[in-house]
T-cell receptor, first 114, second 112 residues
Framework: DAGITQSPRHKVTETGTPVTLRCHQT?????MYWYRQDPGHGLRLIHY???????DKGEVSDGYSVSRSKTEDFLLTLESATSSQTSVYFC?????????????FGPGTRLTVL | QQQVKQSPQSLIVQKGGISIINCAYE??????FPWYQQFPGKGPALLIA?????SEKKEGRFTISFNKSAKQFSLHIMDSQPGDSATYFC???????????FGQGTTLQVKP
């Protein structure tokens, strides 16, 4: 499972409430990613990090912010949750193996915004 | 140009048959093409991946066929088993960024 945990695993919240999702890795990998999964869209990249305090936007970053204050933790924050952010959120890490940079995913967080 | 288009959306195959899922891309800068398998309630799991310098890669019952000129690649599952029933995603990335662009997914059902 590549040593990735996500918390919480499930969350129900109200519109307008701030929400923070946590991704924790145990293997000290440099790159970490946040994706959201919605029916008919596959997975879409929200933000990613290439080191402590180094982050960049993905294809669906509006309404989300991230922080990485230490190598093992990558936080995703919804400053003011909206119903359109109801989704399953996956964290991933990147592992360099020879000529391949493989991504491994965590178990996901199911977020419902009412 | 960043899209990856996947088909079919769903697929039903008899046990022992061959499952084929296709993907097409536009961005010629993509240089890494993985396939992921996802079971309900779980995260996607890397199944097999290929680079465009080879036309085929096989791991067990799973084979990726890659056609660089057509900008298409496909996953073949030989001797499909009920345990292969899952959702499959193709993806593509430019390897130095690691940002994966996913297809829409294919739900495979293998009937016993």
């Amino acid at each position: 499972d590549a040593g990735i945990t996500q918390s919480p695993r499930h969350k129900v919240t109200e519109t307008g409430t701030p929400v923070t999702l946590r991704c924790h890795q145990t293997e000290n990998h440099r790159y970490m990613y946040w994706y959201r999964q919605d029916p008919g869209h596959g997975l879409r990249l929200i933000h990613y990090s290439y080191g402590v305090k180094d982050t960049d936007k993905g294809e669906v970053s509006d309404g989300y912010s991230v922080s990485r204050s230490k190598t093992e933790d990558f936080l995703l924050t919804l400053e003011s949750a909206t119903s359109s952010q109801t989704s399953v959120y996956f964290c991933a890490i990147r592992v360099e193996r020879g000529s391949y940079n493989e991504q491994f995913f965590g178990p996901g967080t199911r977020l419902t915004v009412l | 140009q960043q899209q990856v288009k996947q088909s079919p959306q769903s697929l039903i195959v008899q046990k022992g048959g061959i499952s084929i899922i296709n993907c097409a891309y536009e961005n010629t800068a993509f240089d890494y093409f993985p396939w992921y398998q996802q079971f309900p309630g779980k995260g996607p799991a890397l199944l097999i991946a290929i680079r465009p310098d080879v036309s085929e890669k096989k791991e067990g019952r799973f084979t990726i066929s890659f056609n660089k000129s057509a900008k298409q690649f496909s996953l073949h599952i030989m001797d499909s088993q009920p345990g292969d029933s899952a959702t499959y995603f193709c993806a593509a990335s430019i390897s130095n960024t690691g940002k994966l662009i996913f297809g829409q997914g294919t739900t495979l059902q293998v009937k016993p």
